[in-house]
């Protein structure tokens, strides 16, 4: 592993950002990689604020879209479809009432559309998850979107919300899991009523089935918890950990979640077996993972790659662990503090290519957000 770095956005006075740990940015030859571009990232996004979307090419920014859905954690949902090398999918504001997702063909210019935003798509491409980004901008603005109240936003476990099923192919999608029916399943004497909101959710490789994260609103200066619940696509659902300390997480396969989370007590990166019956679980021994971290299985599932939070000098980590020998090492430490507001930090975000050949991060140069690749 020769561990290169280098800057592959453009330096040209504009924010370059791709997004979440979880999403692809590079396309499937490698040559392409996704990118959102911004004029500011000194404060949250604001209902009028546009994302140019494109992809960065030979250190060149091509654009193709814009979106006035996104935010600085999670972007507009920027992915390559899975159905269709030719095509990406995002999020943007469709009129004056409403989010949808958009498939795009960026080389005829072709678009479909769905009737609601997608909060993730399935590997095989033929399924999205749709959650309301209006409720989640009310509880952690950087991770909704800015601009259309919340039509339940008083209703704190609503029947008429939740986890919407999209058909890709068709655009349509149904109502598969109300918060109502959450709290009636999975009832909770410290969260009670409060309200609910679903924070991050994933399908398994197969896409048969996906996890989510559930939180309370917090009240009185207090954090919320986190109830980590898996279901299928017609949401009969399981729960693998009740409400909680559960940040981030990552498949390994359709069975196991890779999860930082409170076991027994103990916070740590854990592997989760998501099967009925009692919880099966294996806690990761290391001095990279005491500590929350977004956490990404490579490619062929031997190593894990963790970026983490700021230390006393504002640089964040990024580990890499070895499964299959426990070794572990420092690849980089990344000069990125947090800002004023806490939903426009710049977290590394580390995700692989798909041949595990390369490694991209957001990160600051000269006080600009920008893209960082790492030869692997």
């Known amino acids: 592993m020769t561990d290169k770095i280098c800057i592959i956005s453009p330096d040209d006075n504009y924010h370059y950002f791709f997004a979440y740990y979880d999403l692809q940015p590079y396309s499937a030859e490698g040559g392409m990689h996704l990118s959102h571009r911004v004029s500011f990232a000194d404060r949250l996004p604001e209902a009028g604020d546009i994302a140019q979307l494109g992809y960065i090419h030979a250190g060149a920014f091509v654009p193709f879209a814009e979106s006035g859905a996104w ?5 507009a949902q920027l992915r390559w ?20 997702a958009v498939i795009h063909n960026i080389i005829t210019g072709e678009k479909s559309y769905t009737d609601r935003p997608v909060a993730n798509v399935s590997p095989c ?3 999205g998850l749709g959650i309301n980004f209006s409720r989640l901008y009310d509880f952690r603005p950087g991770y ?26 068709t655009g349509s999608s ?3 899991i109300d918060y109502r029916r959450i709290a009636r399943e999975f009832p909770n004497a410290k969260v009670g009523a409060d309200k609910l909101t679903v924070n991050h959710i994933t399908f398994n490789p197969s896409s048969d089935r996906f996890v989510f994260l559930v939180r309370n609103t917090p009240k009185d200066g207090k954090g919320w918890n986190t109830l980590l619940l898996t279901s299928d696509r017609e949401g009969y659902m399981r729960r693998l950990l009740d409400y909680t300390m ?14 930082f989370c409170r076991v027994g007590g103990v916070n740590g990166l854990y592997l989760l077996e998501d099967a009925a019956g009692d919880l099966s679980v294996q806690r990761f021994e290391s001095p990279c993972f005491e500590q929350d971290l977004h956490c990404i299985y490579s490619p062929d599932r031997r190593y894990i790659l963790g970026d983490s939070y700021p230390d006393a000098q504002g640089c964040r980590p990024l580990y890499l662990y070895d ?7 420092v690849l980089t430490r990344s000069h990125s503090p947090n800002g004023p507001i806490i939903d426009i930090r710049c977290d590394l975000h580390a ?10 991060f957001d990160g600051f140069n000269n006080s600009m957000r920008c893209i960082y690749e790492m030869t692997m």
């Not at 039509?151 to 890709?168: H, K, N, V």
């Not at 559960?246 to 999860?259: F, G, I």
């Open 71 to 75: 935010n600085f954690q999670q972007g």
């Open 81 to 100: 479809n899975p159905r269709d090398r030719r095509e990406v999918i995002y999020n943007e504001r469709g009129g004056e009432n409403h989010y949808r």
């Open 125 to 127: 491409g033929r399924w």
């Open 144 to 169: 909704g979107y800015a601009g259309l109240p919340d039509p339940f936003y008083d209703i704190a476990q609503p029947e008429d919300d939740g986890i919407y099923l999209t058909d890709m192919k």
């Open 174 to 176: 149904r109502l598969i």
């Open 246 to 259: 559960v940040s981030h997480y990552n498949w390994r396969d359709d069975s196991h979640l890779l999860a």
């Open 323 to 329: 499964t299959q020998t426990g070794g572990e090492r």
């Open 351 to 360: 995700r692989w290519s798909p041949d595990g050949g390369y490694i991209s």
